[in-house]
């Protein structure tokens, strides 16, 4: 296992493009971390930075107290998982999973004995001889997963390892991938777009903006129900959160749709924000129905009309709109709202959440979310 250390790191490349800001982070030994963020945040090119395929242009970036800015891939103790799995297509699985081994001048023995270790733990040992022609996307996975695994280093670093997989194929290996990280310890960084990935696998996550600026470093838990700020906010959750623009008047978040709330129970300091342009949000599967049209204790109710609905099993995605705004709504499938209709829905306060338009921070509040 490793702890790891940033402190200010920064990369610059030499046309000027400046891909990842002031990375500042702790990482203990044996946490999963996963770096998420939309295309070009900067979250591969940190960790090549960590793998040392990247120069760290500014900043301090230390393994286990020592400095490692200026140590050589291997010094570093890391083994990579890369997106393409990148596997050797003329050598079996058991020649990919031995050839790093064999590099290492190891007793063919012990080879042996590793190879059908790793195997076993992977479900692999039943497809040694095989090539990777011969495999599924998933097996693949497993063997690029096992070839880290087998050399015993103390960080795993993943790329995007199941971008290739389909939808059942990910799920699969999202929790063959965390058991792995269970069983072998190793502090492991883990990078995705997949915003499911990061919440089910990970012990924090870190969440990354376009042009490489950190927006909330977490638990899964922490981003979820205290989003920093409108990106994280909009970025965690499936469907994503819904936002409705207002301003503060009297101590009432009011808008063009007609909506007037009583702020003053969910925000600290309502007076601080008076005048203010503001975002109302709340997240789909956190609204109820409005029995009888009616708002129950501590909740806000709102007028929608209904555009289109989706069924998905479990529950039904409604898109509606809110005056001008559109929202999404989990909703029970047996509840389902007709298409064209109009019907009220009650955001609990618990679930409501408030920010600064022009900051784009959360305003402050002592809402307990659970």
């Excluded at 295309?39 to 107290?65: H, N, P, Q, W």
């Excluded at 799995?85 to 012990?110: C, K, Q, R, S, W």
């Amino acid at each position: 296992m490793a702890q790891l250390l940033f402190k200010d790191v920064n990369k610059v490349y030499p046309n000027g493009y400046h891909a990842v800001h002031d990375f500042n982070m702790e990482i203990n030994d044996g946490e999963f971390i996963c770096l998420v963020g939309d295309s070009g945040c900067g979250k591969s090119t940190t960790l090549r930075m960590i793998a040392g395929l990247e120069d760290i242009t500014a900043g301090e970036f230390y393994i286990d107290g020592k400095l490692a800015n200026q140590m050589s891939s291997r010094e570093r103790g890391i083994a990579m998982v890369f997106q393409s799995y990148a596997l050797y297509p003329h050598l079996t699985v058991y020649e990919n999973l031995a050839f790093g081994l064999m590099l290492e001048g190891i007793d063919a023995d012990v080879i042996e004995e590793k190879v059908q270790a790793t195997a076993k733990i992977l479900g692999l040992t039943d497809y040694l001889e095989r090539f990777p022609r011969n495999l599924s996307g998933g097996q693949c996975q497993r063997v690029a997963v096992g070839r880290a695994l087998i050399r015993k280093v103390s960080i795993f670093l993943m790329d995007e390892p199941l971008s290739n997989l389909d939808a059942k194929q990910r799920v699969t290996m999202r929790s063959e991938i965390k058991q792995i990280h269970r069983s072998v310890g190793a502090t492991t960084i883990y990078v995705t777009h997949d915003q499911t990935e990061a919440m089910t696998m990970s012990d924090r996550i870190v969440v990354m903006k376009s042009g490489g600026y950190v927006q909330q470093i977490g638990t899964p838990y922490e981003l979820y129900f205290y989003p920093k700020n409108l990106f994280v906010a909009g970025f965690i959750g499936e469907p994503p959160m819904n936002f409705l623009k207002g301003k503060i008047e009297g101590g009432n978040f009011v808008n063009e749709a007609g909506l007037s709330f009583d702020i003053k129970p969910i925000v600290k300091d309502a007076a601080s924000i008076e005048g203010k342009a503001v975002v109302f949000a709340f997240r789909p599967e956190a609204i109820k129905l409005a029995k009888n049209g009616k708002a129950g204790k501590n909740e806000y109710l709102i007028e929608s009309s209904v555009e289109l609905t989706e069924l998905l099993g479990d529950t039904t995605n409604v898109y509606a709109n809110v005056g001008d705004f559109n929202v999404i709504l989990k909703v029970n499938p047996h509840d389902t709202p007709e298409m064209g209709s109009t019907f009220k829905f009650c955001v609990p306060y618990k679930a409501a959440y408030l920010y600064d338009q022009e900051t784009e921070e959360a305003v402050p509040s002592d809402m307990k979310r659970q």
